[in-house]
């Protein structure tokens, strides 16, 4: 997957560093390093706050920040450097979603904050560190990235290096977004843990949104421009997003980090799930084929009947 190289990049579009923080609160879409300290913890018996202190800002530390990539111009800049690609999939999902959101769920889309940083962040859920990988906080409405998660995704967890893993993981953050805009993002702290918990269907519901933005990513054009963002997906290039998918699953976590696999321990869905609801968004570009919290099954998505 490669974008287009004549597009704009808008370097204002994120920013590095982050707020100060303002105490605990939710938050969705821990990468796989957070993930597999937590499903760890909590399969050995030890104390899920220790972990969770991550995600409440307990704890201490420096904050670490950079600063928004000023050398980010054009879609060439985006396929040549991972934190050009990470302001630039934003836009594209700016793009699709301002658009889709109102016209399928009659609601008006309004865009999250991005920030980009290292190290630590202090954000209106807590401090985190970067060994949560990406995620989004409702409290604040931002989505953080510490752009050093690609690569430690393809290096220890073993999804493709890609560009579209990367834009996965980009888009999967805004499908917290599109719930929290949605009103559904409360569900995961109701019912955190288990196969069918309310945390599992939220995190597959994100991965369903993420599906969607990849159906019109190259189809819709840009503002401004008769050109879409993304030049015409291939089959590789899904298949680099399937690959981050199914990295970060809760079974393949579990396995790798102790052995064994607890599915009541789950906080994300399965490896297959995951895939399959992407999928499931993917292959429709429908918002209606993402409804986890009233599927059945939860491996037989509908976009996928």
Same mark, same amino acid.
């Given at each position: 997957m490669t974008f287009n190289e004549g597009l704009q990049i808008d370097p204002n579009r994120v920013s590095g560093g982050g707020g100060p923080g303002m105490g605990g609160g939710l938050v969705l879409g821990g990468g796989a390093l957070g993930i597999i300290a937590l499903i760890a913890t909590l399969l050995l018996g030890g104390d899920p706050g220790s972990v969770l202190g991550q995600f409440t800002g307990e704890g201490s530390g420096q904050q670490g920040g950079t600063t928004a990539p000023d050398h980010c111009k054009t879609g060439a800049d985006a396929n040549k450097y991972?934190? $050009?690609?990470?302001?630039?999939?934003?836009?594209?999902?700016?793009?699709?979603?301002?658009?889709?959101?109102?016209?399928?769920?009659?609601?008006?889309?309004t865009d999250p904050k991005v920030t980009l940083f290292s190290g630590?962040?202090?954000?209106? $859920?807590?401090?985190?560190s970067s060994a949560v990988g990406p995620f989004y906080c409702p409290a604040d409405q931002t989505a953080y990235f510490d752009t050093s998660f690609f690569q430690e995704l393809k290096d220890r967890f073993g999804a493709s290096g890609g560009p579209l893993a990367q834009e996965y993981v980009v888009a999967h953050e805004f499908g917290h977004?599109?719930?929290?805009?949605?009103?559904?993002?409360?569900?995961?702290?109701?019912?955190?843990?288990?196969?069918?918990?309310?945390?599992?269907?939220t995190e597959l519901q994100a991965d369903c949104y993420?599906?969607?933005w990849a159906y019109y990513a190259d189809k819709l054009p840009a503002p401004g421009s008769n050109t879409p963002f993304l030049k015409p997906l291939t089959t590789n290039d899904i298949n680099d997003g399937l690959s981050a998918a199914s990295a970060v699953g809760d079974d393949r976590i579990q396995k790798a980090s102790t052995g064994r696999v607890n599915p009541e321990a789950w906080t994300?869905?399965?490896?297959?799930?995951r895939q399959k609801w992407f999928l499931?968004?993917?292959?429709?570009?429908?918002?209606?084929? $993402?409804?986890?919290?009233?599927?059945?099954?939860?491996g037989n998505p509908p976009g996928l009947k």
């Open positions: 991972v934190d $050009c690609r990470v302001v630039l999939t934003v836009q594209s999902l700016d793009s699709v979603w301002s658009t889709e959101l109102p016209k399928q769920a009659n609601r008006k889309y630590q962040v202090n954000t209106g $859920c807590g401090r985190a977004h599109i719930q929290n805009l949605l009103g559904d993002i409360n569900r995961a702290q109701r019912d955190p843990q288990g196969p069918e918990s309310g945390a599992v269907r993420a599906g969607v994300h869905g399965s490896s297959e799930e499931s968004g993917y292959k429709t570009g429908q918002v209606k084929m $993402c409804d986890t919290f009233n599927a059945r099954d939860l």
